[in-house]
């Protein structure tokens, strides 16, 4: 079972919203990571946790704020985001460090 | 200079086609090389890692070429399922994968 799972599908906020992404994995990963995906371009790293704890943050606005609350679990907090910020948000997980990534299928976010 | 760079095509090819996409990468401390495509509004899929020896599955073939820092794959006997984004990613380490900005496959009937 390779599978991320992820929610909200859809999420549209206001800029003095406050929303949480949600993004689970069963399959005993050890590292989990947030990617932000405009549209026609790539995956941009934001953010990874290996072992629960944070070990990579791509210098992301403090606007967006992650969290582990265990190994299966991983969240991101939004607050006072920007129009700018709408885009698909991909949860992923690996087993170990270099090994591949899952993805899950994303929450797809629109600030108003 | 990109890290991770494609031809973003598109290709357009009829089914059946043999076509061949083109990846090269930057960091030669790089260690681990995969495919993924992705399909539009989707998630990116995992279609396969590759390997200094090559490696096949089914009717896609990818090989490594560390020496000139390129990364290919071959997709034989196109199906109109194929028609995709192909990203060409590599890991640098600490659990970082650099994207490609990916290659489009249109394959028509």
């Known amino acids: 079972d390779t599978e991320v799972t992820q929610t909200p599908k859809h999420l549209v906020m206001g800029m003095t919203n406050k929303k949480s992404l949600k993004c689970e994995q069963h399959?005993?990963?050890?590292?989990m990571y947030w990617y932000k995906q405009k549209a026609k371009k790539p995956p941009e790293l934001m953010f990874v946790y290996s072992y629960e704890k944070l070990s990579i943050n791509e210098s992301v606005p403090s606007r967006f704020s992650p969290e582990c609350p265990n190994s299966s679990l991983l969240n991101l907090h939004l607050h006072a985001l920007q129009p700018e910020d709408s885009a698909l948000y991909l949860c992923a997980s690996s087993r170990a460090d270099g090994e591949a990534q899952y993805f899950g299928p994303g929450t797809r976010l629109t600030v108003t | 200079r990109k890290e991770v760079e494609q031809d973003p095509g598109p290709f357009n090819v009829p089914e059946g086609a043999t076509v061949a996409f083109n990846c090269t990468y930057s960091n030669s401390a790089s260690q681990s090389f995969f495919w993924y495509r992705q399909d539009c509004r989707k998630e990116p899929k995992l279609l396969m890692s590759?390997?200094?020896s090559g490696n096949e599955d089914g009717r896609f073939t990818a090989q490594l070429n560390r020496a000139s820092q390129y990364i290919s794959l071959l997709i034989r006997d196109s199906k109109l399922s194929d028609s995709a984004t192909y990203l060409c990613v590599v890991g640098d380490s600490s659990y970082k994968l650099i994207f490609g900005s990916g290659t489009r496959l249109l394959v028509r009937p």
């Open positions: 590759v390997y200094s």
């Open positions: 399959m005993g990963h050890r590292a």
